[in-house]
């Protein structure tokens, strides 16, 4: 079992719709939770960081945790095309290694 | 945040040769991380690299394979040595950031032929 799991996808939404993206996890160790941002041959950019249970929003994008279920969410409201990318969630525990689990990511394509 | 500059972008190689990859960050970090990620996987942890000591490497990555250097607090570099197809993937260097998120450079894509 890989310590963390990412519905695969890939979504089609057209645009304005709400997209949601998950991430289980199975280490109850990890604190930090992150989603990233990819576009196509470019480097993953940092959407939401959030420490421990508990909602963030940040514009168009709430993040959820529920480290009781070991469960991630990502939403993005009112999707537009150029929200079309690939989108990893990643995830540490507090240890000093700093070290990151990612998700296989999810592609998203929003039609305009 | 931290900003890193990741070059080459991309490469095309032949087999049994080794390629460097550089990464220059425009502040001075304590970790370095060099990732590695494969069509459809997740990203993959190679190693990190400190400034001062030798690179920590994950299990599956040896440094004969993937040497690393970290001469100063600003630099890296990640070499893919003896080259085959299967090395084809991309290559990303990543920094934690001010606010506990992580700056990844824009990656390298090798394709070993």
């Known amino acids: 079992q890989k310590e963390v799991e990412q519905d695969p996808g890939p979504l089609s939404v057209p645009e304005g719709a709400i997209v949601s993206l998950n991430c289980t996890y199975s280490?109850?160790?990890?604190?930090?939770f992150m989603w990233y941002r990819q576009y196509s041959r470019k480097g993953p950019e940092l959407l939401m960081y959030?420490?421990?249970?508990g909602n963030k929003e940040d514009g168009r994008f709430t993040a959820q945790v529920d480290k009781s279920s070991k469960y991630i969410s990502l939403f993005i409201r009112d999707s537009q095309p150029s929200d079309s990318a690939t989108y990893l969630c990643?995830?540490?525990?507090?240890?000093?290694?700093?070290?990151?689990?990612f998700g296989a990511g999810t592609t998203v394509t929003v039609r305009a | 945040s931290a900003v890193i500059s990741q070059k080459p972008s991309r490469d095309i190689c032949q087999r049994g040769t080794s390629l460097t990859i550089q990464c220059q960050v425009d502040?001075?970090?304590?970790?370095m991380f060099w990732y590695r990620q494969q069509p459809g996987q997740s990203l993959t942890l190679i190693a990190t690299?400190?400034?001062?000591?030798?690179?920590?490497?994950e299990s599956g990555f040896v440094i004969d394979k993937f040497p690393i250097s970290r001469p100063n607090l600003t630099f890296s570099t990640l070499t893919v040595s003896n080259m085959s197809p299967e090395d084809s993937s991309i290559y990303l260097c990543?920094?934690?950031?001010?606010?506990?998120?992580?700056?990844f450079g824009s990656g390298t894509r090798l394709t070993v032929v």
């Open positions: 959030t420490y421990s249970s």
């Open positions: 990543s920094v934690v950031g001010g606010g506990g998120g992580y700056t």
């Open positions: 502040s001075q970090v304590t970790m």
């Open positions: 280490n109850s160790a990890f604190q930090y």
């Open positions: 990643a995830m540490r525990s507090a240890r000093n290694d700093y070290k990151l689990s």
């Open positions: 690299a400190n400034q001062g000591s030798e690179a920590t490497y």
